[in-house]
């Protein structure tokens, strides 16, 4: 009988329905609370459609990411200047140092900024005002710029240095990830190690720019990660984990840098 | 004479890759998803993963195996009933294994590999990668949590279920 009248209810009211889901999902969660283990129950309408990014990393995207003319990109990237720098190394710790970042990596965040899967007020306008061939010639671009790891020179790397105790923490995870908990090495993907397609180079990254993103994905603001991956790494890192990786890539050492040469 | 024990030391190995191109072709064309457009739509789609109820009682989980993650990362399935496992690959071989029982499914790219499970009790399991897939294979871990079935939640149509902190 009560089930039949929560049917009804179904059809009836959406906004209801998401209240008494909620409702569910403490009743769920209770009996488990009381049992001494903490268990995080998640319950998520499927079959959404929702699609995290248009681009997949087909022979065909790679054939048209490198397709382009570095020296039209140089000229395009003129406006990108005045954010990422002349040289790809940004002036601003919160905007994300492009020089020498891989084609296909570039070319994902814009097509993406174009597609809206991944938010920004300034670069979802600038994405849509570029065609696809000027996308590929300014990806172009950027990739040929020289990596620069010189700690004397501030432009590279303008932030603060770890703490022992956070590039100890940062060492640990870029290098071997936590196993008891799941969490892959960054190395892993994101060099020097193995890189896997789409994923930036973080070596020479902003510290700033990483702390954003990473809190980002952790907490929803940005889910254009193809098949969940950051979403989930970030939903296991702690708040310290996150500012200490964010030090330790803004601080060079995942470049070869050490804390006695900053 | 050495030349020709040569000669005839290259013949099968120019055999095996005649043979090998026709049948990776096949394999091409007998792919039951695409590991590289998983999330575009279809069965591994983002919000197609995790539990999902059946009208007979029994759950199905959905998930994909990438380097080096489970999506979900913490799955929920309640004790003692048949659990269908559907998982899929989106880049190498992985293996979804269970520790503390026999079970190990399978996860390669292009097919999708289906197991029926059955947890009695409830309890943690972790669950490791168990075929090498690359530098961050050690720590491609997660974990099955099984609850009592009262504790499961009351899923409705298409709705799905994790335990995992996202």
């Given amino acids: 009988m009560s089930s039949s009248l929560l049917c009804m209810e179904k059809k009836g009211s959406t906004v209801r329905r998401d209240k008494r889901r909620v409702l569910r999902l403490i009743a769920a969660t209770a009996p488990a609370l009381l049992a001494g283990g903490f268990l995080a129950i998640k319950v998520y309408a499927g079959a959404n459609g929702r699609v995290p990014s248009n681009v997949t990393f087909s022979p065909e995207t790679a054939a048209a990411a490198a397709s382009g003319d570095a020296f039209r990109g140089m000229l395009l990237?003129?406006?990108?200047?005045?954010?990422?720098?002349?040289?790809?190394?940004?002036?601003?710790?919160?905007?994300?140092?492009?020089?020498?970042?891989?084609?296909l990596t570039n070319w994902k965040q814009l097509q993406d900024f174009r597609d809206h899967k991944r938010s920004s007020r300034v670069m979802e306008p600038i994405a849509a005002s570029l065609s696809t061939q000027d996308m590929a010639d300014v990806v172009a671009y950027?990739?040929?710029?020289?990596?620069?790891?010189?700690?004397?020179?501030?432009?590279?790397?303008?932030?603060?240095?770890?703490?022992?105790?956070?590039?100890?923490?940062?060492?640990?995870l870029v290098s071997f990830g936590d196993g008891e908990r799941g969490i892959p090495p960054c190395q892993a993907c994101h060099g020097p190690v193995a890189y896997r397609p789409g994923a930036p180079a973080l070596m020479t990254q902003n510290g700033d720019y990483l702390l954003q993103q990473l809190e980002a994905f952790a907490n929803g603001g940005r889910t254009n990660d193809i098949n969940e991956s950051m979403r989930v790494i970030t939903s296991l890192l702690t708040e310290s984990e996150k500012q200490a990786l964010a030090r330790y890539y803004g601080g060079g050492l995942g470049a070869g840098g050490t804390m006695a040469g900053k | 004479?050495?030349?020709?024990?040569?000669?005839?030391?290259?013949?099968?190995?120019?055999?095996?890759?005649?043979?090998?191109?026709?049948?990776?072709?096949?394999?091409?064309?007998?792919?039951?998803?695409?590991?590289?457009?998983?999330?575009?739509?279809?069965?591994?789609?983002?919000?197609?993963?995790?539990?999902?109820?059946?009208?007979?009682?029994?759950?199905?989980?959905?998930?994909?195996?990438?380097?080096?993650?489970?999506?979900?990362?913490?799955?929920?399935?309640?004790?003692?009933?048949?659990?269908?496992?559907?998982?899929?690959?989106?880049?190498?071989?992985?293996?979804?294994?269970?520790?503390g029982t026999e079970y190990a499914v399978k996860a390669s790219p292009g097919s999708i590999n289906a197991a029926q499970l059955d947890f009695p009790s409830p309890g943690t399991y972790k669950t490791a990668c168990r075929e090498f897939c690359g530098p961050g294979h050690y720590a491609m871990?997660?974990?099955?949590?099984?609850?009592?079935?009262?504790?499961?939640?009351?899923?409705?149509?298409?709705?799905?279920?994790?335990?995992?902190?996202?």
Avoid: W
């Fill in chain 1, 77 to 103: 990237a003129r406006r990108c200047a005045h954010c990422h720098g002349d040289e790809g190394f940004s002036p601003v710790a919160a905007t994300p140092n492009l020089a020498g970042m891989d084609r």
């Fill in chain 2, 141 to 166: 871990r997660s974990e099955v949590r099984v609850v009592p079935r009262e504790q499961f939640p009351a899923l409705h149509g298409e709705e799905r279920v994790d335990c995992a902190a996202r």
């Fill in chain 1, 142 to 172: 950027y990739a040929r710029l020289p990596v620069f790891v010189d700690f004397q020179d501030n432009r590279a790397f303008p932030q603060a240095a770890p703490s022992a105790q956070q590039a100890e923490v940062a060492t640990r």
């Fill in chain 2, 1 to 99: 004479m050495l030349l020709t024990i040569l000669v005839l030391c290259l013949i099968p190995a120019t055999r095996f890759y005649q043979i090998d191109e026709p049948v990776l072709r096949r394999f091409e064309r007998h792919k039951e998803v695409d590991p590289l457009a998983l999330h575009l739509s279809g069965e591994f789609a983002e919000g197609n993963l995790g539990t999902q109820q059946n009208a007979d009682g029994s759950v199905t989980v959905r998930m994909i195996a990438e380097q080096y993650l489970f999506v979900p990362h913490c799955v929920l399935v309640p004790a003692g009933v048949p659990v269908h496992v559907r998982v899929t690959s989106a880049d190498a071989v992985h293996s979804f294994a269970i520790e």
